[in-house]
């Protein structure tokens, strides 16, 4: 019986709300989560998670699964090529060949478009034809390059274009196999150096893995190790003998780099063949090269397969994920597995790719790549096509369209006719009704997650090009001076190729090569390609896509130009770094947020997965999985004494468990108690409030188009108020808010502004529900100030309210006596006080909830006495990072001296952090003079991105007015001179003794007008969670002195702080920044570990 509505606005709501899909997804979501066998005690972030994949709405998700499978399927072209060995090729085009579940994802544009850009977009080194080769003496090369990955499913109108990755299979033929191991090596680091000596091309660098058919046994961890270029220019010799072991141990050498190519608009190749001679846009995007060693004994053998060796490879893979451009390259790499199995779908090869395709779907969904995953699937499922994959013979009647295969779900021959021949090679395939989930995939693979991944690909692109450009452009303009001094240029450009080396050599440059470079505006297209990428990131992260991620990346994207100027281009490049970075990696959690969902979306590739044989784990098993490790290591839940068994943790509400207690207490019927428990823990999270409110706010007009990211933005907000709900609002403010007293007037030190903050918290054997307040026993007058203050902070209004002072003691007690500690220092008629101070994020760690680090002793150090939080308690605080300056009250009769006293001073006492305790110093930033900052920089004690390109000129570091050309100091100086000048303490700063606290308020009082007072001031960010405590240097890299001279922002290397040469130059660093840096300024910043 139809529904009867009382008003038309109500009916209006509900077909808006089914039209778009929006009731089916939270119904099915509903019906996911009280399937579980235990629920969340916060079930929206749940809901999220499967809710995230509905905010695509792309029109593929409209299409039926005929059209959809059309789509992909268009020109239902696969030739056989051979019969046999079931070598098929792509119809439409000439350049594909490879196994049919290959080839009928592999659509015509793609291939072509691909095809023009590996044999002429790229050097021939990436990508050289098969022709074999002899090096040496008597040894035969031949290299089988493939297309792999997701260019074998790019759909040029449907996705963005895809990484660039190809395979290169290395065929040795030799006498002696340690000699054909070190050719193989010299035939990488060729192709790394050829690639290198492009301009235009970039090489990151190369890393030796684990194949991807490696299997993982007990505690064995994946084997990665990674060499950037700089790594192996300094010592190719040390390099080669660790490639060389570990190729020999089965390994994988891959390559990466940035390529620039001319990518065809319309997805047709650029000057092809019906095409004309149009061109395409320039871009560039990230390329991976892969080597797999393969050798051939050219000595006599009884045992016919030891003629032939492969190491890191399966039979047969690269046909499993990848095609070939030609069919002589197909034949050859198929040649070399003749002798262990005769076909690639042979008994052999097929169990053996088939295990290595699960065992790296599993690591991929693993590892988050979902999209990867996805796509590796997809081929593993159309595998189960037993038609093709089981004829003996395949022929053309037996490869059917894509529509076909998946409507008609062919798989009444299984078994039969050619299975049974196999000797029951039918065994190995799934369901053939496993083939309907290949429209979903189809569908993934040409998502808003897929956009997002590709646009963040080629953000990533431009970043690292543009990272690497100024110091490519020094290497050239060195590599031709030395040529010049040499007077090599006319033997480089005669030279010819070179078959084998051992050793890379910087690229020689011409006169004509350096004139195009000088007026080559690289920055200038990098930025005109970002224009085009602000422009996709708009239209795919929209403001209300992904509520507050969208606004951050609404923010960075108000850095980049609408238009790309005209000049200045090189420093804007500069600027830009951190921002692409960051906008990296927001994009990559948008494509993650949605990508991840499908599996809540589509229930049918979970389906699919379990019925090829794929280990799928659900939320709940890993809730289950993840409470039962809390509670055996003692925290997240209890444990039963007497069964001696795990009960279930604190967070999580086992259905079944609480259905039985409350039948046993007669609360429920044993025939509904299921479903009265899960309607209790619906009322306990309010559930039927938050469908009330999402029904009516979801469905208020004006209603878009696509209403699910206004229902993601609804679902987050409530995941994120469950926690506030817990508690009474007037007793969560009792929880984190500290009781604060205002210094008396009368106080030493008082300044009128200082507060004292305690905690004020209920206490765990306190009756009746009474509240006490730690610290009270200490303000009696029996007790010492050291103890008074171990409960209280001392500072500003705003920084004192929600700092928690014990948890922030129990650091400074762990810490030891080398940080946050009171000290003083005199040389000769110069005296100091070291005050130090909190700032930053320790101004909020009531809200952290730090209780659990109280179990530090107060005896307990850095050397590792005694027993700290459990690694698998939630409150440990593995992630709080601390955050410290330090005030140096400089006492004398001159503040030059003062100041070369204090650099002095500072040097040694970094020093000895670094080398006589526990601490780790990484960095040293500090603002120094421009010429000081160029003689730093051209001795190679310091690094400064705001001289990059300029320090080594000549001349420059004579004066400083040739330094005023450096970037624009005005933002700098403006905000150095007016919101920083005469500051007293930033709102977020205080410390926690009241003597340090009361220093640091005379001192405010005073530096202003006392001339043989200096304040200067030294950040420590010190990382207690293994992030880094690295704090970003300023925006600007420059800034205007106390006198107005250049100061400029630089990087003391390690030799600086530890050689001997260079311990004077640091103290001299540091006190010049105690001169120039203009008053309220820190002169520098220290990272520690």
């Keep these: 019986m139809p529904r009867q509505y009382e008003y038309r606005v109500e009916q209006v709501r509900e077909e808006y709300l089914e039209q778009n899909g929006v009731g089916p997804a939270i119904r099915d979501a509903l019906k996911s989560l009280f399937s579980e066998p235990r629920l969340p005690d916060n079930p929206y972030f749940y809901l999220a998670s499967l809710l995230a994949a509905y905010v695509d709405q792309s029109p593929l998700w409209k299409l039926s699964d005929a059209d959809i499978a059309s789509t992909f399927d268009m020109e239902c072209a696969v030739e056989v090529v051979q019969p046999d060995t079931k070598l098929c090729r792509h119809a439409q085009t000439p350049h594909c060949f490879g196994l049919p579940h290959v080839v009928r994802l592999a659509p015509k544009s793609g291939v072509e478009v691909l095809s023009h850009v590996l044999n002429h977009g790229v050097p021939e080194a990436f990508f050289p034809s098969s022709l074999p080769f002899r090096v040496g003496s008597g040894y035969t090369i031949q290299e089988f390059c493939s297309v792999q990955g997701s260019c074998c499913v790019w759909h040029p109108s449907l996705m963005q274009f895809p990484a660039l990755e190809v395979r290169s299979d290395v065929l040795i033929s030799g006498a002696r196999m340690d000699e054909a191991v070190r050719i193989f090596i010299d035939l990488v680091l060729t192709c790394v150096e050829e690639v290198g000596a492009v301009p235009l091309y970039f090489v990151d660098g190369i890393a030796i893995m684990d194949p991807p058919s490696q299997i993982y046994e007990g505690s064995k961890q994946p084997f990665y190790q990674f060499f950037h270029m700089d790594d192996i220019l300094e010592r190719p010799e040390d390099f080669e003998k660790l490639a060389v072991r570990q190729v020999l141990g089965h390994k994988v050498i891959k390559m990466s780099c940035v390529l620039m190519i001319e990518v065809p608009q319309g997805g047709h190749a650029v000057g092809g063949e019906g095409h004309g001679e149009g061109h395409g846009q320039l871009r560039y995007e990230l390329a991976t090269k892969s080597y797999y060693f393969h050798y051939a004994s050219l000595e006599p053998s009884t045992i016919e397969y030891d003629q032939m060796q492969h190491y890191g490879t399966m039979p047969y893979e690269a046909l499993y994920e990848g095609y070939f451009l030609t069919l002589s390259t197909a034949r050859q790499y198929m040649h070399m597995f003749l002798e262990v199995d005769k076909q690639p779908y042979g008994p052999v090869a097929l169990p053996a790719n088939l295990d290595s395709l699960k065992r790296q779907i599993e690591r991929t969904l693993y590892a988050g790549k979902s999209l990867d995953a996805f796509r590796q699937l997809l081929h593993l499922i159309l595998i189960q096509d037993a038609e093709v994959t089981l004829s003996s013979q395949l022929s053309i009647k037996h490869v059917r369209s894509l529509e076909q295969t998946i409507m008609t779900g062919r798989g009444r021959a299984r078994g039969r006719g050619n299975g049974a021949a196999r000797g029951g090679g039918a065994g190995l395939l799934a369901n053939p009704t496993v083939l309907g989930v290949i429209p979903n995939l189809l569908r993934t693979l040409a998502s808003s997650a897929a956009t997002i991944q590709g646009i963040s690909r080629e953000v990533e692109a431009i970043s690292s090009a543009g990272d690497k450009w100024p110091a490519k452009v020094r290497q050239m303009r060195q590599a031709h001076a030395e040529a010049v001094t040499e007077g090599r240029l006319k033997t480089a450009q005669t030279a010819g190729s070179i078959s084998s080396r051992r050793t890379l050599r910087t690229p020689e440059v011409d006169s004509s090569m350096l004139s195009w470079l000088n007026t080559f505006d690289m920055e200038g297209k990098l930025l005109l390609q970002l224009e085009g990428i602000k422009k996709n990131v708009q239209a795919s992260m929209g403001k209300g896509v992904f509520s507050g991620l969208s606004l951050l990346i609404d923010q960075l994207l108000s850095h980049i130009p609408d238009t790309a100027p005209s000049i200045g281009t090189a420093k804007l490049l500069r600027q830009l770094q951190v921002v692409l970075v960051q906008l990296v990696q927001l994009l990559h959690v948008g494509s993650l947020t949605i990508a991840h969902s499908f599996l809540g979306r589509c229930a049918d590739i979970v389906w699919g997965l379990n019925c090829v044989g794929v280990q799928v784990t659900s939320i709940a098993d890993v809730q289950e999985a993840s409470g039962e490790a809390a509670m055996r290591s ?456």
């Excluded at 920083?980 to 340090?996: H, K, M, Q, V």
């Design 634 to 1089: 003692g925290a997240g839940g209890q444990l039963d004494s007497a069964a001696g068994t795990a009960l279930t943790p604190d967070w999580v509400l086992d259905v079944h468990s609480v259905a039985g207690a409350q039948v046993q207490n007669g609360g429920l019927a044993e025939r509904v108690s299921v479903e009265g428990a899960m309607l209790q823990y619906a009322v306990d999270v309010r559930l039927d409030e938050a469908l009330s409110m999402l029904w009516h706010q979801v469905s208020q007009p004006p209603q878009p188009l696509n209403p699910f990211p206004k229902l993601m933005h609804i679902v987050r907000s409530r995941a994120a108020k469950m926690e506030l709900w817990l508690d009474d609002e007037e007793e969560s403010l009792l929880r984190l808010a500290n009781e604060l007293t205002l210094s008396a007037a009368g106080d030493v030190g008082a300044s009128g502004w200082m507060y004292t903050g305690h905690r004020v918290f209920q206490g765990p054997q306190a009756e009746g529900g009474s509240r006490s307040t730690i610290g009270s026993q200490a303000r009696s007058q029996g007790q010492e100030e050291e103890e008074f203050g171990s409960s209280h902070v001392f500072g500003c209004y705003s920084a004192v309210a929600l700092a928690d002072a014990r948890a922030l003691h129990a650091f400074r007690s762990l810490l030891g006596s080398t940080l946050l500690a009171d000290r003083h220092w005199q040389q000769g008629a110069y005296t100091c006080e070291v005050v130090p101070a909190l700032c930053g994020d320790a101004a909020l760690t009531n809200a952290m909830e730090l209780h659990d680090f109280l179990k530090l002793g107060q005896d307990q150090q850095l050397d590792g006495a005694g027993s700290g939080p459990s690694a698998g308690d939630p409150h440990h605080p593995r992630l709080f990072g601390l955050l410290a300056e330090e005030h140096h009250l400089v006492t004398g009769p001159k503040r030059k001296e003062a100041a070369q006293v204090f650099g002095k001073e500072v040097a040694q006492r970094l020093i000895s952090l670094h080398t006589e305790s526990p601490h780790l110093l990484l960095s040293l930033e500090v603002w120094v003079p421009a010429p000081l900052a160029a003689r730093l920089v051209e001795a190679g004690l310091a690094t400064s991105s705001s001289l990059a390109g300029i320090a080594a000129a000549p001349g420059l570091a004579a004066s400083a007015g040739s330094w005023r050309n450096i970037g624009s100091p005005g933002d700098a100086s403006a905000e150095a001179n007016s919101s920083d000048a005469g500051r007293s303490a930033t709102p977020s700063e205080f410390n926690i003794r009241p003597s340090s606290a009361a220093m640091r308020s005379s001192h405010s009082a005073t530096s202003a007008t006392a001339s043989t007072v200096s304040s200067v001031g030294a950040q420590s960010g010190i990382d207690l969670g293994g992030l880094s405590g690295k704090q970003p240097g300023p925006e600007s890299g420059t800034m205007e002195g106390r006198k107005g001279d250049l100061l400029v922002w630089v990087h003391i290397g390690m030799r600086a702080m530890l050689d001997d040469a260079g311990k004077g130059e640091l103290a001299n660093a540091l006190g010049a920044a105690a001169r120039a840096v203009p008053q309220g300024r820190g002169v520098g910043g220290v990272s520690l570990y």
